[in-house]
């Protein structure tokens, strides 16, 4: 008895540690010269471990966020960028700890790139002038100089080869837009060289897809990142000048970075951090624990103030739940009375919704570096269960009406039901959705239909599934965007935003207005027949066949045959920029929300009513400055 009892002991003292070592989200790290130490960024600060890993120390404590450490070539400084007053500039600090410099002070974003060889000047880039460009700064922090005059335009990415040549791009396809993979097409991002020296221009790469951030090594040895192998980003190294795949890797790799004197290159992955070995051209993944000594009073203060990023309310109006910096947690529907539910520790709770029994709260957390659908009792803050085990972040999720089913994104591609019953998840579309800052799915009022947002040929369309017939409509098929839908709560409009003369490639969505279009043909209200009401008798009979419709609730009919853009409407002001509309109804009127900017570029929430036979009223909405999401309840 003794014995097993010691046997499992030993057993989950080894599952602690090694969930200790299995932390997640360190990113852009970098190397010492001889390859011993890794740098790296975690919870917004600069902490450094063996390469071989252990136990991280922790080397910043500042209040903004510490990131792209490299590190200088003689090993005795290391240089970052930091966001300490709103916008990052570049600082610098001894190896092992230290007073720390800032050396740019410029309102526009400075990232750090690389060390001259010589270890006495930073190259970094920087937003200053409206664009991204080249700049320098020696380690006194004297006035930044640009580094390219006239040559190019957006360089980034930089790399000194010893031969005193720069390495660089010039997309933004590898600055801004890095998400997004497999991307093929005028604007792919090679590997750019050019001599100071000697004038001397050269493309070493030109493959139509993406090769970018050039790591380079004392003895001129230059590693990059490519997707040419697989549609992932892969470690690469030019070997007798001809590009060779070193990695083979099923998910993308990001922010390459070599020693200075040469055979191992860092590299993020999977939100962890991984070691290639150039000798024995293998990759492993550096295991790293985190010590923080914390202690816990026996009172406890959490400030949520102006920390709250999602929150829904309860069928019965009783009860908010509500996500705070990744910790969820119940309370009255005053918000007096609070309670955190202890959640899967160490990792991030992002959305919350009710399920029916007003007692279940349906959430998506981190689970393995993504977001996955898990539940949990909220009276009691037990019973924490997981529902999906995906590797494609679960995100956006959206109730039906009657509370049966939930509608959410998966990855890139999945729009997914999940059956609140029997927790059963299904795929009922596969498209383009990107996986960044996507519009909400939403049931129409019957629950029979659900709308979201495709991306085809990088403009979003607005997509409606029939949950009964199983298919998958294409309802605006522009080249526009058209985005964020929301149906009408009578069920015979479909609103959302668009720009209808300008594509949003490639630097997003701008100038959206406010738009409706009608689900199916409608004839508009005649005078006469209000007037003509005015003489009928009341009857009986006819109120209680009105009742009993209201009863039934709206139903929504949809022709997806019509030429739905002849029918359509817009919305509001026709001026600044509109976005995340939401409907609502009371009686004959019909308010439309939204935030816009259109009022001295400052945005707010306005509200837009429709009633028949009068015109349209806009209306701002008092103290909704910097408003952000309404729950639909």
């Known amino acids: ?182 991307y093929k097409g005028a604007f792919n991002p090679d590997i750019k060289t050019f001599n100071m020296h000697t004038g001397e221009y050269a493309e070493l790469t030109d493959y139509e897809g993406k090769d970018m951030w050039s790591t380079i090594d004392k003895d001129g040895n230059v590693y990059f990142a490519s997707d040419e192998s697989n549609g992932q980003y892969n470690l690469y190294a030019f070997v007798n000048n001809q590009k060779t795949r070193l990695t083979n890797f099923k998910t993308s790799i990001k922010d390459p970075q070599v020693n200075a004197n040469g055979g191992f290159v860092v590299f993020e992955k999977d939100y962890q951090v991984y070691l290639y070995d150039v000798a024995k051209k293998r990759s492993q993944k550096v295991s790293i624990s985190i010590f923080k000594n914390n202690t816990l009073a026996q009172a406890q203060e959490f400030s949520t103030d102006r920390n709250v990023s999602a929150f829904d309310v309860s069928q019965d109006e009783k009860k908010l739940a509500f996500v705070s910096r990744g910790e969820l947690f119940v309370s009255d529907i005053s918000g007096k009375f609070i309670k955190q539910l202890k959640t899967k520790p160490g990792e991030r709770v992002v959305e919350v919704k009710w399920l029916k029994d007003n007692k279940t709260l349906l959430y998506s957390q981190t689970a393995g570096g993504y977001t996955n659908l898990f539940t949990i009792d909220a009276a009691t803050g037990t019973g924490e269960k997981q529902l999906t085990n995906d590797q494609g972040f679960d995100r956006n999720i959206e109730l039906n009406p009657a509370l049966t089913h939930a509608a959410y994104y998966s990855g890139r591609n999945e729009v997914r039901l999940l059956d609140l019953e029997t927790f059963k998840s299904e795929t009922v579309a596969n498209e383009e959705l990107w996986g960044l800052y996507n519009p909400q799915p939403r049931f129409s009022p019957d629950g029979k239909y659900l709308t979201f947002t495709v991306r085809n040929d990088f403009e979003e369309d607005i997509y409606i599934y029939d949950i009964a017939e199983k298919s998958v409509h294409n309802y605006t098929k522009t080249g526009v965007p058209e985005t964020s839908p929301f149906w009408g709560p009578e069920g015979k409009y479909l609103y959302f935003v668009s720009n209808r003369t300008q594509p949003s490639y490639p630097f997003g969505l701008r100038d959206g207005r406010m738009y409706r279009i009608p689900l199916v043909r409608q004839e508009g209200d005649f005078k006469s027949d209000e007037l003509a009401k005015v003489f009928e008798e009341e009857k009986k009979e006819e ?90 309840q």
Not at 19 to 47: C, E, K, R
Not at 57 to 64: A, P
Not at 107 to 119: H, Q
Not at 580 to 604: C, I, L, M, W
């Open 1 to 182: 008895m003794i014995k097993s009892t010691l046997i499992g002991l030993c057993l989950v003292l080894c599952a602690t540690l090694k969930a200790q070592q299995d932390v997640y989200f360190t990113s852009t790290p970098a190397l010492t010269p001889d390859g011993s130490q890794i740098v790296f960024s975690f919870d917004s600060d600069l902490w450094k471990v063996s390469s071989s890993g252990g136990t991280a120390t922790r080397l910043t404590g500042m209040d903004g966020v510490e990131e792209y450490p490299r590190i200088s070539p003689d090993g005795k400084w290391i240089a970052f960028s930091s966001t300490q007053y709103g916008n990052a500039d570049i600082y610098i600090m001894p190896i092992d700890g230290g007073e720390i410099k800032q050396l740019t002070f410029n309102s526009a974003g400075d990232r750090m790139e690389t060390w001259s060889w010589d270890s006495k000047t930073i190259y970094f880039r920087s937003g200053r002038y409206n664009r991204t460009a080249a700049y320098t700064v020696d380690i006194e922090g004297r006035t930044p100089k640009r580094l390219f005059d006239h040559y190019f335009n957006w360089p980034h990415n930089l790399a000194l080869h010893p031969d005193g040549r720069v390495f660089f791009n010039e997309s933004w396809e590898s600055s801004n837009q890095v998400h997004r993979k497999r």
């Open 543 to 632: 109120e209680d066949k009105t009742e009993e419709k209201k009863a039934e609730g709206p139903a929504t009919q949809i022709d997806f045959e019509a030429d739905v853009l002849r029918a359509m409407e817009q919305i509001g002001p026709s001026f600044g920029s509109q976005s995340n509309p939401f409907v609502v109804q009371s009686g004959d009127k019909t308010q439309v929300v939204y935030s816009s900017n259109h009022d001295e570029a400052q945005r707010s929430l306005w509200v837009t009513t429709f009633e028949p036979f009068e015109r349209q009223k806009t209306e701002k909405i008092d103290g909704s400055a910097r408003a952000g999401e309404i729950p639909e």
